[in-house]
């Protein structure tokens, strides 16, 4: 049975001390779900507090970006070899990293190549803008994303990497963006699947893929319905401890 995966990005919110309080909270409340891997990614700062504190039988941890370079003259960064043993996943692309602090598909190549050298599973996050989806570039986009993140990718290592597919346009419904229906995030599942297939033939049957966009307990069981979503990724709704347990809850009862 392949996993289901429920991945929650805490962005740049929760201090280390709020983080170790939800971390608790989160501990007195999750059972071991066969067959649901649940992964918090705190900030960079909090991870490593939070890896002392982590049971690894339950729950994963990640970050939410990492240099690919392993030292040097780097300030402010934080390279991939420095999570070994730290976190287990790490997200690469986001939305944000790519927009707002201008991230190109070579940097993200490299952050996945540099994550694969290290043995910690890339979340690799792809997604039209708004724009790019009402001038009908959704496919076009799709495609170089993963070909841009992916060219360093054997497909022997296919199986080590997941895809997130994140319209950018369903990020933070509650700062006013849309919501994705089954529907939208179906089409895009197609597109991805195909591309994918065309990359790598029958291994990227096996690739597990993600939706994230505005996921909160009343919408997830739908989105994990959709055939070929393997899990979630989810951005406010997991700040709360109550609606990321209730989102557990839902993909334990959808995978039954
Ligand atoms: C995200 O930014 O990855 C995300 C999915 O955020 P939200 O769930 O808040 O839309």
């Not at 598909?105 to 792809?126: E, S």
């Not at 997604?127 to 570039?137: H, I």
């Not at 991805?192 to 291994?203: E, V």
């Amino acid at each position: 049975m392949s996993k289901t995966y429920i991945v929650g990005n805490w962005k740049m919110n929760l201090n280390v001390g709020e983080s170790s309080l939800y971390l608790h909270k989160l501990l007195k409340r999750l059972k071991i779900a066969r067959g649901v891997e649940v992964v918090i990614a705190p900030t960079t700062l909090a991870l490593q507090p939070l890896s002392l504190q982590i049971d690894r039988k339950r729950l994963k941890l990640a970050a939410q970006n990492c240099y690919y370079q392993d030292f040097g003259a780097y300030t402010g960064e934080t390279s991939i070899s420095s999570l070994k043993g730290i976190a287990d996943y790490v997200i690469i692309g986001h939305s944000e990293r790519r927009n707002i602090f201008k991230e190109t598909d070579k940097d993200i190549r490299n952050k996945v190549a540099a994550a694969l050298r290290n043995n910690i599973t890339p979340i690799l996050c792809i997604g039209e803008t708004e724009s790019e989806k009402t001038f009908g570039e959704t496919e076009d986009v799709l495609r170089d994303q993963l070909l841009g993140g992916l060219s360093e990718v054997s497909t022997e290592d296919l199986k080590k990497v997941i895809i997130a597919y994140e319209p950018v346009w369903a990020i933070s419904s509650t700062k006013g963006a849309r919501l994705a229906s089954p529907d939208d995030v179906a089409a895009s599942v197609k597109i991805i699947k195909d591309q994918l297939k065309a990359l790598y033939g029958k291994a990227a049957d096996d690739m597990p893929l993600l939706y994230g966009g505005s996921v909160n307990p009343s919408n997830a069981g739908a989105y994990l319905m959709i055939p070929g979503i393997n899990g979630l990724l989810i951005g406010g709704a997991s700040l709360i401890a109550d609606h990321f347990i209730d989102i557990i809850d839902v993909a334990r009862r959808v995978i039954k």
